[in-house]
């Protein structure tokens, strides 16, 4: 892999890395019932995971073969499955990853870079 794939890659995953630990900070202490009166809240988290969608779009598919432990296809496909069309958010998936998922994730990310430096 060129130097400068490699590079972006780090990149990405590193914005990924950032987004995934905001999300989980803005539900620390907090429980599933409480994204149904904290719209603001709501909405960063999605926004957050949206972002982290998008920059793991990024990623070559070479670098994800190396990491293969990484769901990179749900993490593409997580920004479309919260919202379900009808201009509202999922509360109970966006709770599920930030709750479970994200920090599984947080840890494979993590652990990228400092494989990749």
Do not use: C
Request: overall charge positive; glycine content about 4%; aromatic content about 6%.
């Amino acid at each position: 892999m060129p130097h400068r794939e490699r590079k972006n890659n780090i990149i990405r995953v590193r914005h990924m890395l950032d987004f995934a630990v905001k999300a989980v900070e803005f539900t620390r202490e907090k429980s599933r019932p409480d994204l149904d009166t904290d719209e603001m809240r709501v909405w960063a988290v999605a926004h957050l995971i949206e972002m982290m969608s998008h920059a793991a779009k990024s990623v070559t598919q070479e670098f994800r073969e190396k990491y293969k432990d990484v769901p990179w296809s749900q993490i593409t496909a997580a920004g479309a499955r919260l919202s379900p069309g009808d201009g509202g958010v999922d509360r109970d998936m966006i709770w599920t990853m930030a709750s479970r998922d994200l920090p599984v994730l947080i840890t494979k990310l993590r652990k990228i870079i400092r494989e990749e430096g």
